[in-house]
């Protein structure tokens, strides 16, 4: 029997973002089993590290799966964003509990799509994408994975101003390159999601207070930042 399409990872794979001209907020993941017209399993966790996915979203999984012997056609994983940008990011242990995860998917799954991680990533720019990223590469390898090459996403309408967590055009953008990866696998793809959305309430004035309000919250985030380096000087000092 195939599920479907089976996903673990943090906030952006369960659907976190920004609501954009009316269209609505769901997960890369979930777009990209509406353009495969199969089943969504979804297991993802809002914060997760690598180590939650491995060590609760998985067993999550299996205690609470109804069809423990199915396999699913598309095993996901976009995970490690939570990871590079914390101070004590630990690549040596951050493959391992990677490595596991794709290792269950590989075994379950027809196919794994597993993602990198944007280089312009957070601010202040997480330190660790990298070797995150490194480590992402040599396990889709040793497992036979696929990628989805997110490493140059971060475009002004698909990326909030925290640089982390894609706006719901950014989630249709994410599956739509996720679709195209599979299609050239072999998988058939039924619909494009870009083709199931319709922007709303799209006038100049509206664009413009869009803009400033990202403006603003840029600024606003650079303050906080700036407060928060200053602090913490003061207090080394």
Same mark, same amino acid.
Request: charged letters at 20%; aromatic letters at 8%.
């Given at each position: ?8 990872? !943090? ?47 998985? *067993? ?35 493959? *391992? ?22 280089? !312009? ?66 998988? !058939? ?35 906080? !930042? ?12």
């Amino acid at each position: 029997m195939n599920a479907g399409v089976l996903a673990f990872g !943090d906030s952006i794979t369960n659907g976190g973002g920004e609501l954009q001209w009316g269209v609505a907020l769901q997960s890369w993941a979930l777009w990209t089993a509406r353009g495969l017209g199969l089943p969504y399993t979804g297991y993802a966790v809002d914060g997760a590290r690598v180590e939650h996915v491995a060590s609760v979203q998985v *067993p999550a999984f299996e205690a609470r799966t109804a069809l423990p012997e199915a396999r699913y056609a598309v095993g996901c994983l976009y995970a490690g964003v939570n990871d590079v940008r914390a101070p004590d990011f630990d690549a040596a242990a951050f493959e *391992p509990a990677y490595a596991s995860v794709a290792e269950f998917l590989a075994a379950r799954c027809d196919r794994v799509l597993l993602v990198t991680l944007p280089e !312009d990533l957070g601010r202040p720019r997480a330190g660790g994408v990298e070797a995150g990223n490194a480590a992402i590469l040599r396990v889709a390898s040793a497992v036979g994975a696929l990628v989805l090459d997110l490493r140059s996403f971060g475009a002004r309408n698909l990326v909030m101003v925290d640089h982390v967590h894609p706006t719901a055009f950014g989630q249709v953008w994410i599956a739509e390159r996720a679709l195209d990866v599979l299609a050239a696998d072999g998988l !058939d793809v039924r619909v494009r999601p870009s083709t199931l959305i319709t922007p709303g309430g799209y006038t100049p004035l509206r664009a413009l207070q869009g803009d400033w309000t990202y403006v603003y919250r840029a600024l606003r985030l650079r303050a906080l !930042d700036a407060a928060g380096r200053a602090r913490r000087l003061a207090r080394g000092a």
